[in-house]
């Protein structure tokens, strides 16, 4: 199995620019979850989804943060527009049972 | 709700030392227990697991964990440790209630072995 897949791994962009970042679950996982980390914050959960139904996003921390599943196998998260203060590694999680298998992460930067 | 309390943000220790990382947590309901790791630039990777039976679990790389539920507890602990264990260690932990498969990690714990 390849695992969580995330894309891009880096993303550099400029303030006020559109971000979307990727993710592909585990095939046959019907849990997936958005968290986002850095130094100040750690890991947050922002929002997650059960068989591609958006569960809780009370972490998403403002409108300019929105996620989508449209089918098992693909979700998005996009950020418009996107500020410094979004700076972090976004991580995509998916799960089948109890434990949840972390994809390597998007690193943000925006300038 | 339920959290987790990991006490030592650093833990440093000489390479072939024994180690233990603390974590307790607070929940209302029955838990799973969950060790990560997460090495730099890397995304986490679960370490070991608790879910029932034995109260002693084992996991990838010589790690271990008591699960104490009086003590509300599940240190994780290797007798001797590496140079390459060097990385982040995170506890999380799921109720049996709650839905989906939702995890509340803790803070983190820096191990740092040093030669």
């Known amino acids: 199995d390849a695992g969580v897949i995330q894309s891009p791994r880096h993303e550099v962009t400029e303030m006020g620019q559109e971000v979307t970042l990727r993710c592909k679950p585990i095939s046959g996982h019907n849990s997936l979850f958005w968290y986002r980390q850095t130094m100040m914050r750690g890991l947050e959960l922002l929002i997650y989804?059960?068989?591609?139904?958006?569960?809780?996003d009370s972490g998403m921390p403002e409108d300019r943060f929105s996620a989508k599943m449209p089918n098992a196998s693909f979700s998005t998260l996009k950020i418009q527009p996107s500020e410094p203060r979004d700076s972090a590694v976004y991580f995509c999680?998916?799960?089948?049972?109890?434990?949840?298998?972390f994809g390597p992460g998007t690193r943000l930067t925006v300038t | 709700a339920q959290s987790v309390t990991q006490l030592d943000s650093q833990v440093p220790v000489f390479e072939e030392a024994p180690v233990e990382l603390r974590c307790n947590y607070s929940?209302?309901?029955?838990?799973?227990l969950f060790w990560y790791v997460q090495y730099p630039n890397q995304g986490l990777q679960l370490l070991l697991k608790y879910l029932s039976g034995s109260t002693l679990v084992k996991g990838i790389n010589g790690f271990e964990a008591e699960f104490n539920k009086s003590q509300t507890s599940f240190h994780l602990r290797k007798p001797s440790v590496h140079i390459s264990d060097t990385a982040e260690y995170f506890c999380?932990?799921?109720?049996?209630?709650?839905?989906?498969?939702?995890?509340?990690f803790g803070t983190g714990t820096q191990l740092k072995v040093e030669l």
């Open positions: 999680a998916s799960s089948s049972r109890h434990e949840q298998y």
């Open positions: 989804f059960n068989n591609n139904v958006p569960i809780d």
């Open positions: 929940s209302s309901v029955s838990v799973y």
């Open positions: 999380a932990v799921s109720d049996l209630g709650g839905g989906g498969n939702k995890l509340t």
